[in-house]
């Protein structure tokens, strides 16, 4: 029995030790998004105007929205890490749609909106630490959930946008110093398709930035692991 328990609480501790080394941190964070359409329309100029339905070849103004997610980042190695999130973002167009085939007059701005939830995972490398921070880039992709979509033009294109979609993903960061265990940090991300959606005549594309404030919690500071002897004072 006492062999039983000796041999439980050894694989309890030697857990304890295996999960600190691995998990590296967990934050969160708030973000700007700014996002855009691109369609193609492959059709000819001719006296059908197909060029010009469902949709003519241009690119939308920006929309501005925002983000909000949590991470949890992992792998013992001081350079490389692998960063997991959960983020519920927006993303969108404005159009300023062409009032007639025959002319180039646009109408007022209306919006199309998309908002997801996602699922987010990057290799994340870090730079040497600098005197006020650390700077890093990630490599990585999402697998999107789209929630909610209101559709304002061109819905036969736009509508037909499947509900789950995969996006690369490539940010520069930068991790502050600080005495306690709490970092800020501060990213920017570029998110586009990959592939185009083909819907008839017409190719379309999303691309999004997102700039991200946030902090993270570390369980272990730098030093911790480190098996230097420690200055106690003179009087210790």
């Given at each position: 029995?006492?062999?039983?328990?000796?041999?439980?609480?050894?694989?309890?501790?030697?857990?304890?030790?295996?999960?600190?080394?691995?998990?590296?941190?967990?934050?969160?964070?708030?973000?700007?998004?700014?996002?855009?359409h691109r369609y193609v329309n492959s059709s000819t100029a001719d006296s059908s105007f197909a060029n010009k339905f469902p949709s003519p070849s241009h690119?939308?103004?920006?929309?501005?929205?925002?983000?909000?997610?949590?991470?949890?980042?992992?792998?013992?190695?001081?350079?490389?890490?692998?960063?997991?999130?959960?983020?519920?973002?927006?993303?969108?167009?404005?159009?300023?749609?062409?009032?007639?085939?025959?002319?180039?007059?646009?109408?007022?701005?209306?919006?199309?909106?998309?908002?997801?939830?996602?699922?987010?995972?990057?290799?994340?490398?870090?730079?040497?630490?600098?005197?006020?921070?650390?700077?890093?880039?990630?490599?990585?992709?999402?697998?999107?959930?789209?929630?909610?979509?209101?559709?304002?033009?061109?819905?036969?294109?736009?509508?037909?946008?499947?509900?789950?979609?995969?996006?690369?993903?490539?940010?520069?960061?930068?991790?502050?110093?600080?005495?306690?265990?709490?970092?800020?940090?501060?990213?920017?991300?570029?998110?586009p398709d990959l592939i185009n959606k083909h819907m008839g005549n017409i190719a379309f594309n999303n691309r999004t930035w997102e700039l991200r404030i946030?902090?993270?919690?570390?369980?272990?500071?730098?030093?911790?692991?480190?098996n230097a002897p420690r200055f106690h004072g003179s009087g210790y």
């Amino acid at each position: 029995m006492i062999k039983k328990i000796t041999a439980l609480c050894v694989l309890m501790y030697l857990g304890f030790q295996m999960q600190a080394q691995f998990v590296r941190g967990i934050g969160l964070f708030v973000g700007v998004t700014s996002s855009r359409h691109r369609y193609v329309n492959s059709s000819t100029a001719d006296s059908s105007f197909a060029n010009k339905f469902p949709s003519p070849s241009h690119k939308s103004a920006e929309y501005v929205s925002w983000s909000v997610g949590i991470l949890g980042e992992f792998l013992k190695y001081d350079h490389i890490r692998w960063q997991t999130e959960i983020e519920y973002c927006n993303k969108g167009a404005v159009e300023h749609p062409f009032l007639s085939p025959f002319t180039n007059d646009r109408g007022p701005a209306t919006v199309n909106h998309f908002s997801y939830i996602q699922w987010n995972n990057y290799a994340k490398i870090f730079f040497n630490e600098g005197y006020r921070g650390t700077p890093y880039w990630m490599i990585g992709g999402r697998i999107e959930y789209n929630l909610t979509r209101a559709i304002s033009i061109y819905p036969s294109v736009v509508g037909a946008l499947p509900k789950i979609t995969v996006s690369p993903d490539i940010a520069i960061g930068y991790e502050f110093v600080t005495y306690s265990k709490f970092k800020p940090f501060v990213e920017l991300h570029y998110n586009p398709d990959l592939i185009n959606k083909h819907m008839g005549n017409i190719a379309f594309n999303n691309r999004t930035w997102e700039l991200r404030i946030g902090v993270i919690y570390r369980p272990e500071k730098k030093l911790d692991k480190c098996n230097a002897p420690r200055f106690h004072g003179s009087g210790y």
